[in-house]
């Protein structure tokens, strides 16, 4: 029914725009100038439709299916009704029969249960339809009476618009807001909840060198330590993302200087789109490539080379993550390249500059502030890779600088923790929360350096 509902939406949103286009044209005729273009006035009659009709399905969508829901239970014994998890599971069966994907016999009231609930939907489904035709109809009336020589159509339908945008801007300013206000709270319960047992103070979890949130499961396992230190997580991240910015850094910024003052318009062409496809790319892939290639054969050169390389070690899941990243550098390096006024070429060409002195000591110190930026939109997706360190580098974790050790990161910590059915009132599991917490502290520290770093060096160019 929702797919029926918006069909006839767009019907009708498409008619009263060519009716209320056609009626500001006809107004037209014999010389006369109206206030706003009769596309205006055609959206604007559009926009007559659009809103009441989604007044009605944003009410009667979410009403009808309680209701549907309520009369469907209503077929159940009182105890089935009364309990939450009972309910939801004759809920879930009463869903699957409806929709034909109910295995095995059901029971009389099951079905029962079943066709009421499509019936319900049905019913409720075309009242809703009728109700939103109607209030279309009713949109387009009192809209398309509105069209005339001297309305402001355009007026009403850029204020329209604005609200839309500041409603897409406050959503996505609410929804950074709940995540920030969900991580706070969960993190204040893991270092302040008297409930929580075995949770760490403030000062153990970030100065503490030790990272182990298990605990003893039985009696037979004897004494197992359990630790909360930040410290050699954040080592860890920290020494794969050097690794990983050591080999994008440089190739990433060469691809871009080659792409933007190097190469001809046909090998830009090809080269651009074949380099952006490693951004493409699943992070399991590189995951598995990892794995299989690259930290064997890191292993292998380093035992001919007489050095202790672990099977899973940091140099090997850097590597691949450098890789990764290196077209976000390539691609936004280019770009800023690209936009540097070719006035400060012709200039430095004029001094008797060659090429490479033009581009060491002109276009790059004014692209500075945006191969910053590249780099640390690099780092920051370096910082919150999983799936690369997973499966290349552990889940040990160890602190150490030795780029041939095994060690873990941030992310996969917090992969760890939460796999699985959690109970979310243990100091395991909102650990989670913390290091979440953490690591969005450490982003933000290294953005609030770019951003320094930009505003020093940024130049403006007329």
Known sequence: MAVTYISTLVVLMLVGFGLGRMRAQSLTQGGIRLHSLPDYHGAMVAIGILVPMLVVFAIGAPLTGKLAQSNALGFFPASVSQDGLQAGVALRDTLNLAAGKHSGAASAELVAAAESYKRTLSIGGWSMLLAGIIGGLAGFAFTYRQIGTEFRARNVVERVVGVVLIAAATVAILTTLGIVLSVLFESYRFFFDPAITGKPTITQFLFGLEWNPQAAMRADQGEIATAYGFIPLLVGSLLITFIAILVAGPLGLFCAIYLAEYASPSIRATAKPVLEILAGIPTVVLGFFAALTVAPLVRDLGSAAGLDVASESALAAGLVMGMMIIPFISSLS?????????????????????????????????????????????????????????????????????????????????????????????????????????????????????????????????
């Open 334 to 462: 280019d770009d800023v390249i690209n936009a540097v006024p070719q006035s400060l070429r012709d200039g430095a060409y004029a001094m008797g500059a060659t090429k490479s002195e033009t581009i060491r000591q002109v276009v790059l110190p004014a692209a500075l502030p945006g191969i910053v930026s590249a780099f640390m939109l690099a780092i920051s997706r370096a910082i919150g890779e999983t799936m690369i360190v997973v499966m290349a580098a552990g889940l040990a974790a160890n602190l150490t600088f030795n780029p041939f050790d095994a060690v873990t990161t941030i992310t996969v910590q917090i992969k760890t923790i939460l796999v699985g059915d959690q109970e979310f009132d243990s100091a395991k599991t909102l650990a989670a929360f913390a290091l979440g917490l953490s690591l969005f502290f450490v982003t933000l520290m290294l953005n609030f350096v770019a951003l320094r770093v930009v505003q020093k060096y940024r130049e403006q160019y007329d």
